[in-house]
Nanobody
Framework: QIQLVESGGGLVQPGGSLRLSCAAS????????LAWFRQAPGKERMFVAGIRWSDGTTSYAVSVKGRFTISRENAQNVVYLQLNNMNAEDTAVYYC?????????????????WGQGTQVTVSA
């Protein structure tokens, strides 16, 4: 059983930065892919970025590519999401997810393990 705990959310001004953390625990983490999704009020949960734990291969949504960076810290079993040059459209609850599927899927239905989410608000 994989457990995920997010942290690092908060209020940030437009153009600002934030770093989210996802602490992962469970067996055989190296076999998993981890990802960040986000869900704005009244909208569907959307893929943001994903990483393959074994070799660090990454994947990004078009809307965040070049602004957000996903990375992992193997020794601490933590996955990070660095959010830069943020705007109001980045306001959402951000969720960490894990899957042992072969690919980094963009559909939330392909990710069986989820954290509780952390709120990110971009506002002046």
């Amino acid at each position: 059983q994989i457990q995920l705990v997010e942290s690092g959310g908060g209020l940030v001004q437009p153009g600002g930065s934030l770093r989210l953390s996802c602490a992962a625990s469970g067996p055989s983490l190296s076999m998993y892919r981890l990802a960040w999704f986000r869900q704005a009020p009244g909208k569907e949960r959307m893929f943001v970025a994903g990483i393959r734990w074994s070799d660090g291969t990454t994947s990004y949504a078009v809307s965040v590519k070049g602004r957000f960076t996903i990375s992992r810290e193997n020794a601490q079993n933590v996955v990070y999401l660095q959010l830069n040059n943020m705007n109001a459209e980045d306001t959402a609850v951000y969720y960490c997810a894990a899957s042992n599927r072969t690919v980094i899927a963009i559909s939330p239905s392909h990710w069986p393990y989820w954290g509780q989410g952390t709120q990110v608000t971009v506002s002046a």
